[in-house]
């Protein structure tokens, strides 16, 4: 399995057969999406302009913006209801959680979550291997709420998502204040592709901070 981080919370996974799945394409943020993406499917977590420009990405994909289950080839898909905030959706509506099951390994994007860490939740996420979580706070999940989570699933590999980078006119906190919650030794800066396999993923959580591409 192949992850691209294109930046903000969009993501290209792709298996080894070649199926590839856009995550939550972003709009004008200070920054645009890369020219020339390509998906079978792109997946919205919600109806935000920062997570919802499926019209970036070519290859006449599937959007797919629903609570449920599907298959594209030998990928496994399942959407699970959630809230972008604290109070049940009262500030700034729901969103959706997507986990993918690419190569024996699960895969997990939270989308713009706002919900604490709560049994129910973590019942909608588990068993996850690979998570991409928000972590920049205001909009959603802050540092120790994305801790929990962390904490509570213990994930193998963990991938920040929804943080302040150069350029991004997005109001929230930059990465650094959800890193220096765990160890410096857990934490990889590593470059904008990252390969996994599910017999060589970590035994222990690892954070791994991914680089933009521009492709």
Request: hydrophobic letters at 35%; aromatic letters at 8%.
């Amino acid at each position: 399995m192949k992850i691209t981080y294109l930046g903000h919370s969009c993501f290209v996974l792709e298996g080894s057969a070649g199926k590839r799945i856009v995550t939550d394409p972003y709009g004008d943020v200070g920054f645009s999406m890369p020219k020339g993406v390509e998906a079978d499917a792109v997946t919205l977590s919600h109806g935000h302009f920062d997570h919802n420009n499926f019209s970036a990405v070519g290859g006449d994909p599937v959007v797919l913006r629903e609570a449920g289950e599907r298959s594209l080839g030998d990928i496994e898909i399942s959407a699970k209801p959630s809230f972008h905030d604290s109070c049940g959706g009262a500030l700034r509506g729901s969103n959706l959680i997507f986990k993918f099951k690419i190569d024996g390994c699960n895969v997990c994007h939270l989308g713009d979550l706002g919900e604490a860490c709560s049994e129910e939740t973590l019942q909608k996420i588990s068993p996850v291997d690979v998570l991409l979580l928000p972590v920049g706070g205001t909009y959603t999940l802050n540092a120790p709420k994305a801790k929990a989570y962390v904490d509570a699933l213990k994930p193998s590999v963990v991938i920040p998502m929804h943080y302040k980078v150069k350029g991004l006119n997005i109001d929230i906190e930059p990465v650094h204040r959800f890193l220096s919650l765990f160890p410096r030794g857990e934490v990889c800066f590593v470059g904008s592709t990252l390969e996994l396999e599910k017999g060589s993923i970590p035994s222990e959580t690892k954070i791994y901070v991914m680089e933009r591409t521009v492709l």
